[in-house]
């Protein structure tokens, strides 16, 4: 059960009409704009194995992107509540999609690699935990059909742990 509601509103802008609209599958551009109020403009397109232009954001890239965030923040949350004093964190997320033969296509998995550096050492049962309740916490994870793994790695105070 919700407590509250939190709304969301932004508008994408197709910027791909290179003439002729869609009269042809080439034909056209995939470039379009997503304009959120009060923020830069984020201009997208598809992949480039989609005939997307690879100088600008992809869905597939800003949902890997919505994911790794989406954890981050819910780590550093979590790690707070437990008195764990985070001072670097980097994640280099990767996904896996896979297209089907009728031109569908879904992402079977994310896999999540955050490099945490904290202050002062920890247990690693304990660095378990606050990714898990991170994950458990993520909205974006909580709302996707497909796994959303970790790989996490630690490091004191700039030492490999």
Partial sequence: MSLDEHRYALTVRWAGNLGEGTASYRGYSR???????????LRGSADPAFHGDRNRYNPEQLLLAAL???HMLSFLHVAVKHGVVVTAYEDRAEALMRTNRDG????ESATLRPRVTLAAPVAEELMAELHAGANR?????RSVNFPVLHEPSVRVGGQAG
């Fill in 31 to 41: 470039d379009h704009d997503v304009e959120i109020p009060g923020l830069p403009v």
């Fill in 68 to 70: 790794s965030q989406c």
């Fill in 104 to 107: 569908s296509g879904q992402f």
């Fill in 137 to 141: 916490l993520c909205f974006i994870a």
